[in-house]
């Protein structure tokens, strides 16, 4: 592994850090406007940082689970957690209903996942724990993370924070 590649893994371990703190700290809180707005800034952070993991190859050791009392529960979605998503945007799909508590906790186990694979520092523990998230990037948590930023984003813009819609004379164009 490069030092570029090392650099652009170390980075991405520790928005993980960040966003699994986060996750863990806001489980059992209320739903505000701050708390999905830090949600949504460490989610965008994590992403992007996604993007640019390195292609390495894959490790052997098995990845152990994330302890399962942080995972039991997600609140701060509050009355939004119901949202409306399309599995594929490229197929004729019908929307179906999604869960903004579940895609972060998938997005929280798969990079929990990680962390815990990385833990003891070695290169080879680092390259399988990226090798981890890149993979599941393209193909589970990399959807649920958008789909998470879509439905917040929707919740901050669309939506008053007493659950109602937004009166109609204090909306914006919508697309």
């Known amino acids: 592994?490069?030092?570029?590649?090392?650099m652009r893994i170390e980075s991405f371990a520790s928005a993980a850090r960040r966003w699994c703190r986060h996750v863990e700290k806001s489980a059992g809180g209320p739903c505000t406007r701050e708390a999905l707005t830090e949600t949504a800034a460490l989610l965008a952070d994590v992403y992007q940082r996604g993007l640019r993991l390195p292609d390495v190859p894959a490790g052997v050791a098995a990845a152990p689970e994330p302890a399962a009392a942080a995972l039991a529960a997600w609140r701060p979605a509050g009355s939004w957690d119901r949202y409306q998503d399309i599995?594929?945007?490229?197929?004729d799909d019908r929307a179906v209903m999604s869960s903004l508590e579940q895609d972060v906790l998938d997005v929280y186990r798969d990079l929990k996942r990680g962390l815990a694979r990385a833990a003891d520092r070695t290169a080879g523990a680092?390259?399988?724990?990226?090798?981890?998230?890149?993979?599941?990037?393209?193909?589970?948590?990399?959807?649920?993370a958008v789909a998470a930023l879509r439905a917040v984003h929707h919740a901050l813009a669309a939506r008053s924070f007493d659950g109602g819609p937004v009166p109609a004379r204090a909306r914006t164009a919508r697309s």
């Open 1 to 6: 592994m490069n030092k570029q590649d090392r």
């Open 126 to 144: 680092l390259q399988d724990a990226a090798w981890d998230w890149r993979a599941h990037f393209l193909s589970h948590w990399g959807r649920h």
């Open 87 to 91: 599995f594929d945007a490229y197929e």
